[in-house]
């Protein structure tokens, strides 16, 4: 009883699943045409993240660099826009906010060979390590 039961699972199972697989096989929507003069629709623009270590921040020119952590890439310049949502915490922070050191995560996307951070988030610091305390050994 337990074996055909157990088949019949099986089988629903990969009835269930066809279905899936066969939804992912229909052939994708047309992109929307672009006119001449005229930016490629925003949901055709990837978003990326990158995370490391703040070097500089210039808020004047609404720039941050960042050093990647992985190793990858250089330092990577973004360009930081009004929008751009930027948090530490859990609180909503000004680029001015941000200092050289910070860890960050930032979301970016590419738009005319720049690097346009859309959300930037940084890392509460590490508390400090406490020096261990040494009980004091009684006299004899």
């Not at 005229?38 to 270590?53: C, D, E, F, L, W």
């Amino acid at each position: 009883m337990f074996k055909k039961l157990s088949i019949l699972a099986t089988i629903a199972c990969a009835f269930a699943f066809t279905g899936t697989v066969l939804a992912d096989e229909t052939a994708p929507a047309a992109a929307p045409s672009v006119a001449a003069g005229q930016s490629v629709p925003a949901m055709h623009t990837k978003t990326s993240i990158i995370g490391g270590t703040v070097v500089s921040v210039n808020a004047a020119a609404k720039q941050l660099v960042v050093k990647n952590s992985e190793g990858k890439m250089d330092d990577v310049t973004f360009d930081v826009g009004d929008k751009a949502n930027i948090r530490k915490m859990g609180k909503e922070i000004t680029l001015s906010d941000i200092v050289a050191g910070d860890k960050v995560m930032v979301a970016f996307k590419h738009k005319d060979d720049k690097r346009i951070a859309t959300s930037i988030r940084v890392r509460a610091p590490k508390p400090a390590a406490e020096a261990p305390t040494v009980p004091a050994t009684p006299a004899k």
